[in-house]
């Protein structure tokens, strides 16, 4: 008996290390081919092969990006687009996936409501800017909105359609051992529907850095999309692409953010080795 929970160990042990490599593996190639952008990216625009008044070599950006921190210009904006982002999609989490789960576990609700989300869905924020601007001015709260709208669609979805494809299996037994509605909505449903409904969560927070720099293009007069528009038009094109890099190192790091958040919540899937 001994010898066969040594071998199970062990099995579990190189079957660990095996994976350990391989996310090593795959790091590094991804940080190679990011280098080998890089590279690339400083070494055209100084062989002449592009123009370097439209894309300067990357030394320049990064040079353009050090004196924006270091002015301070550069965390300024930075907090503001981040309130910004923060507000519209925390308030998508807090109120999307709570009706998420009420349509996808009462098909009474999905049966009305399904041909009006098929049809917002479809409507892009950008193109109500200039209703969220009429009702609720240019300050805050249209950017906070259009946010909003464009989280709030891909958790929606990701919600319904965990809660909907959540084993019958489980809620029947849950249900034969006698554990009501509430109970088996908290310990069976929501853990089953969870990795859809961040992988939904995941999606919204790359639209909402999407569309928050549009809007900050257009209805602003601070925030990373301000940044960008405004050294466009003084043709500083340095500081444009510092502040575009900026944004795309923001929206990684929170996805990266999510990503770790939903191993966390389901570490109780890892499988168990027995002493």
Known sequence: MN????????GHNREYLNGTFKRFGYSLTSLMVVFLFFVLWEALPRAGIVQAMF?????????????????GEL???????????????GLSIVIIVPVGCLIGWY???ERFLNPLIQAFRQTSALALFPVFILFFGIGEFSKIGMVFWAAQWPILLGTISGIKNVDPLFVDVARTLGIK???????????????SIMTGIRLGAGSSFLVLVAAEMIGAKSGLGFMIINAQYNFEIPQMYSAILTISFLGLAVNYLLVWIERKAMAWKEEIVPA
Do not use: H
Not at 60 to 66: C, D, E, G, M
Not at 82 to 89: I, K, M, T
């Open 3 to 10: 010898i066969n929970i040594m071998l199970k160990k062990s």
């Open 55 to 71: 894309v300067p070599p990357v030394s320049a950006v990064f040079n353009a990006l050090i004196s924006l921190a270091g002015s």
């Open 75 to 89: 965390f300024a904006n930075i907090s503001i687009s981040l309130q910004r982002v923060f507000a519209g999609f």
């Open 107 to 109: 098909k009474i609700f």
């Open 181 to 195: 509605d509430f109970k088996l909505f908290i310990r069976i449903i929501l853990p089953a529907a969870f990795p």
